[in-house]
């Protein structure tokens, strides 16, 4: 099987098997206060990653390139929607492109679509510091994903199998590059212990990634004979992972996994998110409604994370950090098990 083909084929299995939906929003709750001290006309999405400031809290997480003109096509309708929307937009692993000069132009295609927006170039963990400085400079990006796939590569027929070094490959390309590097994982979660041990390396944000959402042991099993059925439930539930990763870390944390909504991102960012990704929920409009009616989709969200944020009193992102939170069942007893002790968000106080 060629590398273009397993491309196409993410794709139309990550479509097939869709959003899990098991990402634990359902166990978290704003506390409704009935004085509200904000206006809609004042409320700002600008955002921060680190260093990077975006215009939104939004961004669409890397999912392709390197499948020939089926991703080309996709990528430039992604590149479209983000340029429209004013939204941040990662493409898929580049190693294809790295190794075969003719897959270039399926991501190249996303900085010539949209010159002046954030782009984020991504490679996996087995990359080295060339090959680091070669993605950026392919899409002229302003931040590299190094994402994190143990699973996914071992449920795939033809993965990876050796891990070692990853850390240390992590560390050299972040000291290296000029741009912020960020490590994400594919919808198994980032625990404490990993954000701990990234937090000491010099990279500028960790996305959890989390479970519940888009599943690569899923997807895989369906490319394989024998089925690896016991990854299909493994990995750590986005929510409960933003709090895994923020109790051990300084380094600012990306929610993404499984998010679909307005009230998702919003309840993202109040667990301690400073973006949110989103990659599942965006193929899916695409390919069924089309770009123009996800232009829409986006602009709406926009619009309906102001008014959440007009009901909660909070005129800037940052905000969100401090308002109460009641996380219940499954979250809950993880959270309690883990020692994350969810009490601390049920009776934080706005600083406002
Ligand atoms: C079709 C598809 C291809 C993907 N390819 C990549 C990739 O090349 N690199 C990467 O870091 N993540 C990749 N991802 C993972 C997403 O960036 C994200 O981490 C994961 O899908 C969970 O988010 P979601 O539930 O919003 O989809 C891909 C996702 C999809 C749906």
Redesign the pocket.
């Known amino acids: 099987m060629t590398r273009a083909k397993r491309k196409r084929d ?2 139309d299995y ?1 479509l097939a098997t869709g ?1 899990q939906e098991l990402a634990g929003f359902e166990d978290v709750k704003f506390v409704h206060q009935s004085l509200s001290n904000s206006a809609l006309i004042d409320i700002d999405l600008q955002s921060r990653i680190g260093e990077l400031s975006l215009s939104s809290p939004i961004f669409v ?4 390139g390197g499948g020939g003109g089926y991703t080309s096509k996709i990528n430039s309708d992604l590149s479209i929607l983000a340029r429209e929307t004013g939204i941040a937009l990662a493409v ?2 580049q190693m294809s492109a790295l190794k075969d000069s003719g897959e270039r132009k399926t991501y190249e295609i996303v900085r010539r679509n949209n010159p002046e927006g954030i782009i984020f170039a ?1 490679l996996g963990s087995e990359a080295t510091v060339q090959q680091a400085n070669d993605a950026v400079e392919m899409i002229e990006a302003d931040a590299l ?1 190094i ?1 994190l796939n143990v699973i996914q590569e071992l449920t795939m027929p033809e993965g990876d199998r050796d891990f070692r070094g990853a850390l240390e490959r992590i560390e050299k390309i972040s000291d290296a590059l000029s741009v912020p590097v960020f490590v ?4 198994f979660g980032i625990s404490k212990e990993t954000a701990y041990s990234l937090s000491k390396t010099s990279i500028s944000a960790i996305d959890v ?1 989390g479970f519940g ?2 599943n690569f042991s899923r997807i895989e099993n369906q490319r394989r004979q024998r089925i690896l059925g016991f990854f299909d439930d493994w990995g750590i539930p986005t929510v409960v992972s933003i709090a895994e990763a923020g109790v051990s870390s300084e380094v600012p944390i990306i929610a ?4 679909r909504n307005s009230l998702e991102i919003v309840k993202a960012l109040s667990l301690g998110a400073c973006s949110v990704g ?4 965006v ?1 899916r409009s695409m390919i069924d409604k089309g770009l123009d009616e996800t232009i829409n989709e986006v602009n709406e969200i926009h619009t309906d994370i102001r008014y959440l944020m007009c009901a909660l009193g909070c005129d800037k992102i940052e905000d969100l950090h401090d308002v109460p939170l009641i996380l219940s069942g499954r979250v809950h007893h993880w959270m309690k098990l883990r020692g994350l002790e969810p009490e601390n968000f049920s009776n934080r106080q706005k600083k406002k």
Not at 184 to 187: Q, V
Not at 256 to 259: A, E, F, L, Q, Y
């Open positions: 993410h794709i990550a959003q997480n890397a999912m392709t898929g692993s991504n994903q994402h994400k994982e594919t919808g990634g959402g888009t993404s996994g499984g998010i989103m990659a599942g929920s193929l």
